[in-house]
Every structure is written in C-alpha cells, then in structure tokens.
C-alpha cells in the first residue's frame, strides 16, 4: 500500500506539464492590489498546479493572513472549487475552511521563484508558512496532505 501512494504521488508531481510555477506575479502588493488577475493567471495555468494539491485544497475557503514589513496583517479569502480559484476577497462572510498564515518577505521570495512550489516546500520545512484546518473536513483533509506530503519531500 506505501508503495502504491508513493508512486501516486510521485506521477501526481512529476507531471510533464508541472514546471514549478503556477502564478505570474510580481510581488505581495500586486497580489493584494491585482486579486481578479491573480485569480485568471491562476486559472489559466491550472495545468501546471499538480493534482494532489488541487485535490486538497480544491473546494474550500482559506483565510489568507500576511503579516506585512511595516507590521499590519492583510487578510484575504479565497474560495476554491474543483481545483481553481473563483474568487478572492479582503472581507468575506462565509466560514472559512483552512487558515494559512506567513509574512510578506516569504510571499515575495516564492513570487519571485524559478520554482514556487519548491520554494513553498522550502517555507514550509522553515516554518515560514503555517497552516489549520478548521472544519472537521478540512482536517482530515490536511491530515492525509501531510501524510502525503512527508512522502513526497523525500524525493524532493
């Protein structure tokens, strides 16, 4: 069975289209100013996001928090459905589902990546970006991700 989700895995990420990158964005302030484009050049290239993570975070709202350089915290919620973004907001009613929390030079520093998936991965391990699950869902959700994803650095 281990062998079966490794190799899952590993096809999952070796994709011959998967290339690193998913989004096209200058830097945290065009993110937080520019959210419509950013949801379109996500959307367009969703191809090149690997399927595990589409399928984890695929259907549900996350809490975006990034603490700023000049030490205020934006907030924004992106609801997702069936892998792509429909829509990006700083004030949003629904519940959220996930919380993600970082700060603006780690944004910046995966934004201006050859590889941002690698470099999330490098967040990630650095304790950079944290994440919570929220809902019952979602928690079981991120359980099995993490579990998945452990597997997965090892070959990364």
Not at 7 to 21: D, H
Not at 29 to 34: A, I, P
Not at 65 to 73: E, K, P, V
Not at 133 to 153: D, E, N, Q
């Amino acid at each position: 069975m281990l062998a079966f989700v490794i190799i899952v895995l590993v096809a999952t990420f070796s994709s011959p289209r998967y290339n690193g990158n998913v989004v096209s964005v200058i830097d945290t302030q065009y993110l937080l100013n520019n959210t419509d484009d950013v949801k379109d050049g996500y959307n367009a290239n969703i191809e090149n996001v690997p399927g595990f993570f589409k399928a984890i975070f695929g259907n549900e709202v996350i809490k975006l928090s990034i603490q700023m350089d000049s030490g205020s915290t934006k907030i924004l919620y992106i609801k997702t459905h069936k892998g792509k973004i429909v829509n990006i907001s700083d004030n949003d009613t629904t519940i959220h589902t996930l919380e993600v929390q970082t700060n603006e030079t780690t944004v910046n520093k995966i934004l201006s990546s050859n590889d941002q998936i690698r470099e999330i991965n490098k967040a990630l391990k650095e304790g950079l970006i944290s994440y919570k699950a929220v809902t019952f869902r979602a928690k079981v959700k991120t359980k099995i991700a993490g579990m998945g994803y452990h597997i997965w650095s090892w070959f990364n």
